[in-house]
Every structure is written in structure tokens, then in C-alpha cells.
């Protein structure tokens, strides 16, 4: 990992401890240890560092009399041929040259960094000085001279400057056309620094030379370490079209129920798509000319940005519940669009310094830092919400959909697992070390995110897939306890007074009750007694016995009158 990416792991860490420290104490966190909270804090936006700039083949460079040896480092299968040729030339009068190169083979990465910083220091090589003599003492170091190599104003070529040994063995016909330009071989895989040193037997002489080098393996112009990333981003590229084709079939069936948050599936899909065919495009180019297109490296950053943010704001809008518990995020929804576009710069920013400023790492530090504070607040916001959102859930005893998050967040757990069992194993292999030998993993570094996020991406895509029964997560609105009061109240009253016109309505002529025996009427009398409150059945109940009292009277009434009529 870069250093820009260590310091956006310690910033991050300090940012986590300083939000766990604050979540206040009547908040319940879904299941899982402090541990286990602090570190999805920390991992969950780990793919924040994407790759490095890869190494490139061929180089064209100046020396003149008054510039310091050329100094070139790559890391390079065996059997890697040299090529060194001068294309242009100016010396003002005859000037004899001594041309020297040195390959030496680094057993340690970390070695590069000192001896490139001493070596560019150095402006005026003497003309006795041996590089492998005072610089590399006990390591395998290769060198060849060239003396008495002579350049006026009327040469026309200069000479050829070739291995004559190497130029006798070389084994790959196809590359016959620009052989004689050989000047070594690698005779292992690994780190290799290859140094030109020119000097002349003049020290007031002018002269300017234009030349180029090139190491050429048995993968073309990449390099050892980078070559594994190419395989590796063709194979990304095809596993995204493949998700594109089956998030298309699925879409395709059961396009009249297709939710909102399939979209944005669909356009993380996309995006990741066009971020690995471009990186694969620019490596395949490396591979194929020598040479990095800058152009294609930022373009490949800014889609690379515009997907890290998508898929951001895809987590941000799940956890908060969009379209499964909410129908619209309302003014929240400004603060994510605000949020993802402040992201969006800071990543596109921090790519394009890594593009162009890849040798100033303290200017991609720079660029990193507030990356990775903007990182750790969405963590921790996406963490709470996720917490509010299950609880709601479980609240509303939801089964489907809080068995849909569960596994989401079972999906983050096994995430920040991974990201943690993977960091040890990176800060022993290649931080703590201190002989940085393990090239040969160097690219699992920075593959391993991205196949990570491609495992919760079709993790996603199984959870939220189109399907025959995809509105039961879609939002449905939930009535609360104060309106579920409301009407109970209203069905109640409608009951209560049908079952009271129903015994006022069925009377007689004479003015007595029919005893009721219909078998609705019962139903619904004994519904009205198991479900109507008490309350109600106390202001109901004495309209009932009032009437019950007139229809007594009244006939007590009508018996005297009869008894008085008989007597007169």
C-alpha cells in the first residue's frame, strides 16, 4: 500500500475512535461487539486506495554535460532484454566519450528508495568512479564499458552500442528487427535498477546527447509486479459484463415491478464495468507500446471516482431505508447529493495528483487526508442509519424486510472480517518487514478491494434482485397506533348502531320485541361484545334498557286501558 494509504488508514482510525466516543448512551447499536463497531468504522470504506501508477518500459531521456547518471528502476521477469540506443546527438567539436551501465539485482524494494536519492545527488561522476565497486558492495551488480567512443560535428550515426555476447543468443526470432540495441539481460525475476553513466575527457566540452532505453520481457513492456493486475482486470471486466447481462435478464423478466434502488444497482454495474476495461486498456497499452497514456490514467481515475461514490451513496440510501421503509428521503436527500459530490472531488483530486504528481508522495498525502475524513464520517453515518433502520423494522415486526437487512448486514460483517484478516497480512508482509521481498504478492494489494466490493456488489444484487415478489420490499405505508384508534373507533360506532336499528326495527304491531334468531344477528351481537370497548357498551347500553322500559310500559298501559273499557 502507498503511503498516502497508510496515513488514510490512521486517519481514519483517529476519526472512528473520536465518533465512538461520542454515540450517546440511550442509542442501541445493532448486534455486535465495540470491537467488531469500531473496526466496520474502519474497513468498511477501505477501497478508498485504488492502484498505483504502473511502471513503465520505455523511457527517452537527455544527457549533457552537465546532467548526473540516469538512473532507471523496474521490477522484471528473467530473461528481460535491455535496449539501450542513442537517437540524437549535438557535440560542438570532437569529444571522446566513456559510456558505462550497471544492472544490479535488489533482493529487498525498500533498498530503491536511499540508493536513487544518493545517486541523483550526484551531478559530476568522476572519470575512474566504479558504481559497483562503491555503491553496490557484495550484491550481484552487472557492468559494461564503452571508452573511447568518439562524436564531432561531421558524424553522421552514432555508433551502436551492443552486447556482442548477448546479440550472439538471442533466442526470440521475432524481435531480430532492433536486437543489435541488447545491452544486457536479467538473469532473475525481481527488482533490478539499471544506471547509464556518461563522461567524457573534456570537461569544458558542450555536447547533448537524445537517448532510449527499453526493457523488454516475455510479457512485453510490463513489469513483473504489474503484469498479474492486467490478467487481473481482464478477468474483472468479464465478471461485471456478466453481472450486467444477468441484472439485465432479471430486469427484463419483471420490468413492470422493477424499484428505484434497482437503478442504482444497475448503474454501479456499469460504472464498474467501464472503470476495468479502461484500467485493463491502459495496461494492455504498457504492455504493448512501453509507454503509460496520462490521459487514459485520469480518465480511468475519474470513472474510478464516479463509481467509489455511486456505490457510497447506493450504501448511504439502503441503510437509510429508501424505498424499503421510506418512500422519499425528503431534505436528507440533499445532504447525500451534497455529500456525494463533495466525495466525488476529493476523489477525483486525489486520483489525477496520483496520475501526475506520482513521485511527490507528500502531495498525494495531501490529497488524500480529507478523502479519508470524508471516508470515515459516511462510514459512520451509514452505520447509524443501518442500526435506525433494523430497529424500525423490527419495531413494525417486518419479517421480510429485516430478514433482507440482516443479511446485508451479515454481508458487512463478513466485509470487515476480511479487511481485517487481509491488513494484518499486509502490515506483516509488506509495512513491518524490513526486506520488502515479496513482489510477487505486491498486486494482491491492490486487486484484493476490488474483488471484494465485487462479492458485496453480487451479494446486492441477489438481496434487492428483480423478481415476481419484488413490491413486498417495495414501501408501504404503515398506520400508527394513534390511527389504528381512530378506526376501531369509527368501525365500532358503525356496528353499534346497526345492531340498534336492528332491535328497533323488528317489532310488531302490538308493540312487543321479536325476539331476535337470525344467525347474522347473533354473529354480529357477540362481535360487538367481544370487540367494542367498555366505554361504548356504557353509553350504549342505557338507550337499550330505556327502550325495553317503554315497550313495558306502553303495554301495561294498553292492559289497564282494556281492563277499563271491560268494566264500563
Known sequence: MSRSARCGFRVKMAAACRFGARVPPGRRLFAGTPLLRVALCLLCWAPAAVVAVPELGLWAATISDKSGPLIFRKTVFNSTE????????????????????????????????????ELSQKHEPSVDEDFCGHYFKNVECWTTKYENVNCNSDLQVFPSLNNKELIANIRNVSNQEGSTDVIARTQRDGFHIFIVSVKTDKTDARWNLNVSLSMIGPHGYISASDWPLMIFYMVMCIVYILYGVLWLMWSACYW??????????????????????VFYTEYQNISSTGLSTQSLLIFAELISAVKRTLARLLVIIVSLGYGIVKPRLGTVMHRVVGLGILYFIFAAIEGVMRVIGANDSDLVLLASLPLSLLDSGLCWWIFISLAQTMKTLRLRKNTVKFSLYRHFTNTLIFAVLASV?????????????????DWMERWVDDAFWSFLFSLILIVIMFLWRPSANNQRYAF?????????????????????????????????SNGTAKPATSDNFDEDLKWVEENIPSSFTDVALPVLVDSDEEIMTRSEMAEKMFSSEKIM
Open 476 to 508: 408501504m405505508p404503515l398506520i400508527d397506533d394513534s390511527d389504528d384508534e381512530i378506526e376501531e373507533f369509527m368501525v365500532t360506532s358503525e356496528n353499534l348502531t346497526e345492531g340498534i336499528k336492528l332491535r328497533v326495527s323488528k317489532t310488531v
Open 421 to 437: 484478516v487481509f491488513m494484518v497480512w499486509t502490515t506483516k508482509t509488506f509495512r513491518i518487514a524490513k526486506c520488502q521481498s
Open 256 to 277: 413492470k415491478d422493477i424499484l428505484r434502488i434497482q437503478f442504482w444497482i444497475a448503474a454501479v454495474i456499469f460504472l464498474g464495468m467501464l472503470e476495468k476495461a
Open 82 to 117: 535491455i535496449r539501450f540506443s542513442v537517437k540524437s546527438f549535438s557535440c560542438s567539436g570532437p569529444v571522446k566519450f566513456t559510456i558505462e551501465w550497471y544492472l544490479k539485482y535488489h533482493t529487498c524494494q525498500n533498498e530503491y528508495s536511499k540508493l536513487e536519492e
